[in-house]
Nanobody, 120 residues
């Protein structure tokens, strides 16, 4: 059974930094694309960043976080990170990681989320 556990959320002042982690219990973790998503209060969940599978590890970001957030993966540790710098109050929300296998359309497995709150 696939399990994803996010950690690293918290309360931070605007301009500050946080690093989120997503630990996966997947035997073939390196074969999965991993994405970070977030949901602000009263809003729909939105894409934040993704990192490709295997050694490709190419990345994509939402325009709203480009230049401030960095996604990376450590396949040896079955973990993906989201380094968030220059946080703004609009970055507040619950952050989720999710995974999907190569060749599939939807993210099949999701974590429970971790709260990020940015104060002015």
């Amino acid at each position: 059974q696939v399990q994803l556990v996010e950690s690293g959320g918290g309360l931070v002042q605007a301009g500050g930094s946080l690093r989120l982690s997503c630990a996966a219990s997947i035997r073939t973790f390196s074969s999965y694309r991993v994405g970070w998503f977030r949901q602000a209060p009263g809003k729909e969940r939105e894409f934040v960043a993704t990192v490709a599978s295997w050694s490709d590890a190419s990345t994509n970001y939402a325009d709203s976080v480009k230049g401030r957030f960095t996604i990376s993966r450590d396949n040896a540790r079955n973990t993906v990170y989201l380094q968030m710098n220059g946080l703004k109050d609009e970055d507040t929300g619950v952050y989720y990681c999710a995974v999907k296998q190569l060749g599939t359309t939807d993210y099949a497995y999701w974590g429970q989320g971790t709260q990020v709150t940015v104060s002015r």
